[in-house]
């Protein structure tokens, strides 16, 4: 198919929209990415990769550069509710590697084949792969997400924290530091004047994980958030967080983003519909998004304690993974 001479023009340069431009390069287009931060920085982020994120990479000739950023890996889960925890040994090992290293290496990508970066403007873009849907639900309810890394005895486990109405994963990543990334409602919070340190001390199980670990930044965070999924046809090939904001928890939202990052470079560089690139995320992304919020309601009803002794956390993590 013929290849239009404008360059694709790509609204932001995290692991969706590089991932985008990757792709596109590689079917043959020029592209420029609209970026207004500075790289490498840190990001309110999980940092854990499941396995089929080798796949992905591979496609994208980026995965000797995370290999070599010395991502740790990660062989077990462990899911706290409360009473007792949930163990067991992942399908196959997955990965931890913080988003300073994973922005950057998958950015310098974009710009070896050839990659314009440019800082915001007005110009309009098309493939948006950054920002996420306002948050339309009332104060106090709003949810806020939060994350440091800490200095430490290190595990092989990604362990998920769940209590008061709050979501706290723990997981390594390169470089022997491990990521503490957490997401809660405004009011829980608030009452706690968001000193993050105070809000982890409220799950024992938690507390104690941390105990012999330093915290080596300061806390930062985002929000509101909204989960939400822009499953319509617009004017433009969203992905990444623009497209799908997902429960955490599943671990899948990096898979995610440089997934649909990549079939939008794809569809725009092919001059596809929008409402085709539609089509392929919501195959992808429907099972876990839907998985997902249902896990959620069983959390914020107290049935997962209950629920999670009867359900193998093997077959519980194989829910939670996109569509091929």
């Known amino acids: 198919m013929p290849r239009g001479t404008d360059p694709i023009v790509i609204s932001g340069g995290g692991p969706a929209g590089s991932s985008a431009a990757i792709a596109a390069q ?71 590697l913080s988003r300073y290293a994973f922005d950057h290496l998958l950015l310098q990508r974009a710009r070896a084949l050839g990659a314009e970066i440019v800082p915001a403007s007005s110009i309009e873009a098309r493939v948006v792969a950054s920002g996420r849907a306002p948050s339309e639900i009332h104060r106090g309810r709003r949810l806020f997400g939060f994350k440091a890394h800490f200095t430490g005895p290190v ?41 993050y ?33 822009r499953f319509s046809p617009e004017s433009a090939y969203f992905a990444g967080d623009a497209l799908s904001f997902v429960d955490p928890f599943t671990g899948s939202g990096l898979l995610a983003a440089v997934r649909t990052g990549a079939l939008a470079g794809i569809a725009a560089a092919r001059h596809d519909t929008v409402a085709q690139h539609v089509r392929r995320c919501r195959a ?6 839907e998985i997902a919020g249902l896990f959620r309601k069983a959390v914020e009803t107290g049935w997962a304690d209950r629920l999670a002794g009867l359900v193998p956390g093997r077959f519980l993590f194989a829910l939670t993974r996109p569509g091929k």
Not at 205 to 211: P, S, V
Request: hydrophobic content about 35%.
């Open 197 to 229: 340190d105070a809000i982890v001390r409220q799950s024992p199980a938690l507390a104690h994980r941390l105990a012999p670990l330093n915290r080596e930044m300061k806390w930062i965070s985002t929000g509101p958030l909204r989960y939400t999924q």
């Open 26 to 96: 590689l079917e043959g287009s020029t592209v420029r990415i609209v970026e207004k931060s500075k790289f490498p920085r840190h990001k309110v982020c999980g940092e854990f990769f499941s396995p089929e994120i080798a796949r992905e990479l591979h496609r994208l000739g980026a995965w000797q550069a995370f290999l070599d950023s010395s991502p740790a890996r990660i062989r077990r889960m462990k899911l706290h509710f409360g009473r007792r925890p949930k163990i067991c040994n992942l399908p196959e090992p997955a990965w931890g």
């Open 284 to 289: 992808s992304l429907k099972k876990p998004f």
């Open 155 to 195: 595990d092989d486990a990604v362990e998920l924290f769940f209590f008061d109405g709050c979501y706290v994963g723990v997981n390594t990543v390169e470089g022997g530091r491990t990521n503490v990334c957490g997401l809660g409602p405004e009011d829980q919070l608030r009452r706690f004047h968001f000193d």
